[in-house]
Structures are given as C-alpha cells and as structure tokens.
C-alpha cells in the first residue's frame, strides 16, 4: 500500500480505506466481531492505516468492534468517524448537525472506540436545518479541545461545502480537509459541481458506491434470474447493465475482475481520490485491493468515459470556454489535460 497526504493537510493515509460499515450484525447487514476482525487484520496486513466508521454503522457495534481492534495500536491509525444520523428515538435533539448532538456524539463514539481522539471526524449528512457557522465552530471546539484532529463532510452539496470553508478559513476556524461522496461509472453526477470544487479547494474526497451496489461486479449481467429480481424492484437500469458489460469486456482483456476495473476508474479521476471499500470477507477485500495492481490505459478510460457518458447540465453546457470567443484564442495552462473531463 502507498500512502497520500489527505487534501490540504499534513496527515498521511493509504491509497485506499476500509469501510467498517460491515462490523457488526445488529442492522442486519454486516458480519460477527471475528469475521471483521480477521478483514481488519487483512487490510493492516496490506499496509492499509485510514478506516472509516460511523455512530449508526450496526447501531454503535462497528465502532465498538473497531475500538477493540485498534488496542495496542491506536497511533498507527487513522480513525475515522461520523455524526448525525439518528441515535436515540423519540429524541428530537439526537440527530442533526446541531452543537448539542455533535457534542452528545463524539463523547459517545469516543468510548465505543475507546480512544481519546479521533483522527477525522465527518459530519455525516446535511440536515437543512443548523446554521453553517454553528457547525464549523462546533468543529473547531473540538479540535481545539484535542477530541478530534481533522474534520470532513458527506453527502453534501458543493455550495454548502465551499461556503463552510469559506466561512471557516475567514474566522480562522477548522476548515474541512475531506468530502465522501457517492461516486462511480454508474453514478457520476458527483463530476458537475462536488469534485472540481473538491479539487479548486483541494480537498481529499472519499468516494463510497465505486462498485454501484454491485452492479459493476457484473453479477446481474451473468446472471439473469438476478437481474430480473432487481429490474422488478427498479434497481437496475438498461443503461447500467450497458456500463457493467463494457467493465466485464475491459477486466476480461486485462485479466482482472470488474470490481478491480471500476474501483480503478475512480482512482484515476482527477485529485486527491481515496477510494472506500467495504468487505465482508477476506476474499472480497484481497479482490478490492487488487485494485491498486489494475493499469487502465487511456484507450480503456475512453471506453468507459463513453459508455458512462453524462450531460453537463446548465450552466456547463452553456458556458463551456469554447461558448466565448475569447476563450479560443487563450492558452490556458490551468486547463485538464487528463483522459478524462470533468464531465464527458
């Protein structure tokens, strides 16, 4: 495993991290304490220090897992974790962005995970209601106070996000060094506004759903009795079997696996990309981390940039630097010069 500086920030993490949304049973969706324990010593095996938790992950238990799993090794680890989701019911003050359920939250998770700090703590979701300036000082407190180290954002929109840090770096606040996001060949909406502000502002994204729930491992295109279970309950379109078929044909003539090819395209998108994956077995994470062995070469990323193809939407359709006259006779060195635009 390689290592990155996590966007404008001095903290160095692996080229990958490991979900721990799957430590635990309780949601109905993870594994036992000793099935994620031996997928956390796998990944520490590999190299890996960035794992990413969540105060609702199986109701508490992925962070209670992970904090028994770090013992004895806690420095070496780049912990992260989130808040807002709900946490006690018929408590209207336990979910949200507001200062009280931030503070009742990272008290909270700081004993589940049995630590003193948090290496990055996310707010988890927009939740339309608390002032952004009640957020971000409410982050800085607890950097200030040593509970938390670095802070991010999730499923956010970009102007949410830009004037948070807007906010922050004019009152000398912490601002955010990280954005999680949905993000892969099924889903790349993310390319018109979130990742080039990510990149503008230089700030670390963490894309989760590389794999687009599975889609583009190929399993609905191998298997039609699958497939027609999910296009019964509108999970799956034509157009995402069409993507999933052309990720089969590029793994095929690399000799790799789909999952491989389409986590090894979000790597290759522009800035600081630090891909998620989850696993609930050891066979699936060694097959994620084969990733990082997978070379797309730029015929094959043109291959999925036209498969995957989306409209820029207003205003980029209009004001595109070919809109203006100007525009044509500039050479203009900030330009993307990638395989791949900001949005095909």
């Known amino acids: 495993m390689k290592y990155r500086l996590l966007g404008n920030s001095g903290l160095r993490v692996s080229e990958l991290a490991l979900g721990a949304m799957t430590f635990g049973t309780e949601t109905g969706f993870g594994v036992d304490k000793d099935e994620s324990r031996r997928v956390y010593d796998a990944f520490r095996e590999a190299g890996g220090n960035f794992i990413d938790s969540a105060n609702v992950y199986a109701a508490g238990t992925s962070e209670t897992f992970l904090g028994e799993f770090i013992a004895g090794d806690r420095e070496r680890m780049v912990i992260a974790t989130k808040y807002t989701g709900v946490t006690r019911r018929r408590d209207v003050n336990a979910s949200g962005n507001s200062r009280k359920n931030m503070m009742d939250s990272v008290h909270a998770s700081l004993k589940r995970l049995n630590t003193d700090y948090i290496d990055l703590y996310w707010v988890h979701a927009r939740d339309y209601l608390t002032p952004i300036d009640e957020v971000m000082r409410g982050l800085d407190d607890l950097v200030t106070q040593g509970k938390v180290l670095y802070v991010?954002?999730?499923?956010?929109?970009?102007?949410?996000?830009?004037?948070?840090?807007?906010?922050?770096?004019?009152?000398?606040?912490?601002?955010?060094?990280g954005l999680q996001?949905?993000?892969?060949?099924?889903?790349?909406?993310?390319?018109?506004?979130?990742?080039?502000?990510a990149k503008s502002m230089d700030i670390a994204v963490t894309p989760w759903g590389t794999v687009g729930s599975g889609i583009l491992s190929g399993k609905y295109n191998e298997n039609s009795e699958a497939e027609g279970r999910a296009q019964m309950r509108g999970q799956i379109s034509e157009r995402s079997l069409t993507i999933a078929a052309e990720v089969i044909a590029v793994a095929d003539e690399l000799g790799v696996t789909p999952t491989q090819v389409a986590i090894a395209w979000v790597r290759r998108g522009e800035g600081n990309i630090i891909p998620?994956?989850?696993?609930?077995t050891i066979l699936q994470l060694e097959e994620n981390l084969g990733c990082l062995d997978v070379e797309l070469e730029d015929a094959h990323m043109e291959r999925l940039?036209?498969?995957?193809?989306?409209?820029?939407?207003?205003?980029?359709?209009?004001?595109?630097?070919?809109?203006?006259?100007?525009?044509?006779?500039?050479?203009?060195?900030?330009?993307?010069?990638?395989?791949?635009?900001?949005?095909?």
């Open 276 to 280: 998620l994956v989850g696993a609930k």
């Open 181 to 197: 996001i949905r993000y892969s060949l099924i889903d790349r909406t993310v390319e018109r506004e979130l990742l080039p502000m």
């Open 305 to 344: 940039n036209a498969v995957s193809h989306i409209a820029p939407g207003f205003p980029h359709d209009m004001l595109g630097p070919q809109a203006i006259s100007a525009a044509r006779r500039i050479e203009n060195h900030r330009r993307s010069t990638t395989p791949r635009p900001v949005v095909s």
């Open 152 to 177: 991010g954002v999730s499923d956010t929109p970009a102007w949410v996000v830009s004037q948070a840090n807007t906010l922050a770096e004019l009152k000398g606040w912490t601002k955010f060094v």
